[in-house]
Every structure is written in structure tokens, then in C-alpha cells.
């Protein structure tokens, strides 16, 4: 099988421009910013990359053959589709409702003061490393997240994405149960890190998960914001908030078991 199946649009953007950087990262996966593209809220630049974004993911071996084909599909498809139609549809699965929130921290800490404090911690790793953050975007927005993880050497993206692994399993559940193409982006970092089946302990609460994006369900958030700082939440929040915490503090303080990246595949196997 070979790795070229879907055809490259003839329109093509630099997909530089679209990146707001001036050349690629010296290190680390090209292909994870071409993941932070396909989580954007969808523009006629993304529609016009889409060529240059399925040469990447072509080119990226450590992804297996039916995932790339996947994801340049899905590229071919942003590419040719209406593009108020995807606006539309990105609103629809991303602005309503937290269930399948980008905003890493929400998963653990919700909108409790913790998720402040996570997230000054997380400016401290971007600052170390000398990544500048876009004032526009929290920093534990997943598109951003994947740029940094971008800049880095192949053991600190295994680090970071292990650290995270549990919250992309159960987006890519909700996403997948909302038929939804972006699943393919949380689905793609845990095959880099080998743990695609990850996503399988999820799928039945996630069936049984009551809708969140519905105006009932979306008045009942706004009804409990009104309550969320008595003495109780606030414990409870600090209770959860331990899990969230150590996405910034862990890898300082504990020895963890080191996550590896996949290996590439060969030349020779990949085209088997």
C-alpha cells in the first residue's frame, strides 16, 4: 500500500502564513502543527493549505497508513466543502457545551480558581522554552499546545502527551460519538504515544453522557455558575484539581514511567 492516496488541491496556501511563524521548528513534529490547523475554527487559508497539509501528513511516518489516510481525506474534504457550512458545524461542536472543550484544564479543574493557577504554570514551561504565546489564545488551548509541542525533542512530547493521555481518550470518544472528523486529531496523539486503545474504556460512558450542548443543558452551567464558590465546591474543586495540577508539577517532582513516541515507519514497511 502506498502512503499518496488522496490528491493534492490545486489551490495551496503557504501553510507558514497560515502558522504566523517564519520557518518550521528546528526540532519535533511538523505534522503536530498541521494537527493544531485541523482544531481551528475553519477560514478560506485553511481551506486553501489543505494541499500543503496533506503532503505533511503524508510524509509523517509515525502515523499508521489508515489514520494518515484518514486525516488527508478529512483535509480533502475541508477543501472542497462550503465553507459556511464548517464554520457553522465547528460552532455547533466546540462553542457549545464543555464535553468536548480544547481547554485542556477544563477537563479537570472546570472554571474553578485551580485552572488559573494550572495555566500560569503552563506559561512558565512556554516561557522556558521561548515559546511566545498569542494573547488571543489561553495557553491550554489545544491548538496552542500542540505548536509548543511542536518545538520539542521527540521525549518531551512523549512526556506531555502522556500526561494528557486520559483527557484525549475521552475528547476522542465524544468526538467520534458526535460524528465528528476532529476526533481524528486526539485519536492521532495517542497512536504517537501507542495508546489508541485508551480510547475504548470510554466509549460506553460516553453513550451514556446526557447532552450538554442543548439550551436546557447550557441554562442549567449558567444557573450553577451563580452557586460555584460555596465552601463545598470549593472543596471539591480542590479535590479534582490534584489530577489537573501535575500536567505542570508532575514531571518535576515524581519519576513517571517515560512515554515514547511511535517509531517511523520505514520506507521499505510503509510501502508494503
Not at 503532503?55 to 489508515?66: F, K, M, Q, T, V
Not at 479537570?108 to 522554552?129: P, T
Not at 488551548?141 to 486520559?166: K, N
Request: aromatic share 4%; hydrophobic share 40%.
Amino acid at each position: 500500500m502506498t502512503d499518496a492516496a488522496i490528491p493534492t488541491p490545486v489551490s495551496s496556501a503557504p501553510l507558514e502564513a497560515m502558522l504566523d511563524a517564519p520557518s518550521e521548528p528546528l526540532q519535533g513534529m511538523r505534522s503536530l502543527r498541521v494537527l493544531a490547523r485541523l482544531l481551528d475554527y475553519p477560514t478560506q487559508a485553511l481551506q486553501d493549505a489543505c494541499g500543503e497539509l496533506i503532503e505533511i501528513l503524508n510524509a509523517e511516518r509515525r502515523l499508521g497508513a489508515a489514520l494518515k489516510s484518514s486525516l488527508m481525506e478529512w483535509c480533502q474534504r475541508l477543501h472542497e466543502g462550503d465553507l459556511l457550512e464548517l464554520q457553522a458545524e465547528y460552532v455547533a461542536m466546540f462553542d457549545k457545551g464543555r464535553a468536548t472543550s480544547l481547554l485542556l484544564f477544563e477537563h479537570v479543574h472546570g472554571e474553578s480558581r485551580d485552572r488559573g493557577q494550572a495555566m500560569v504554570d503552563l506559561m512558565a514551561e512556554y516561557s522556558a522554552a521561548g515559546f511566545e504565546l498569542d494573547a488571543r489564545e489561553l495557553p491550554d488551548h489545544l491548538p496552542v499546545f500542540l505548536e509548543y509541542l511542536s518545538m520539542c525533542d521527540d521525549a518531551e512530547i512523549g512526556r506531555w502527551l502522556g500526561e494528557i493521555r486520559h483527557i484525549l481518550a475521552l475528547l476522542t470518544a465524544r468526538l467520534e460519538e458526535r460524528g465528528s472528523d476532529h476526533a481524528l486529531v486526539p485519536l492521532s496523539l495517542l497512536a504517537l504515544v501507542g495508546a489508541e486503545g485508551d480510547v475504548e474504556e470510554h466509549r460506553l460512558q460516553v453513550k451514556k453522557e446526557a447532552p450538554d450542548n442543548t439550551p436546557e443543558a447550557l441554562d442549567a452551567v449558567w444557573e450553577e455558575e451563580a452557586v460555584r464558590f460555596s465552601a463545598s465546591s470549593d472543596e471539591d474543586c480542590a479535590l479534582q484539581s490534584a489530577e489537573g495540577r501535575r500536567l505542570a508539577e508532575r514531571k518535576h517532582t515524581v519519576q513517571s514511567q517515560p512515554v515514547r513516541i511511535m517509531p517511523a515507519t520505514n520506507a521499505h514497511h510503509a510501502n508494503r
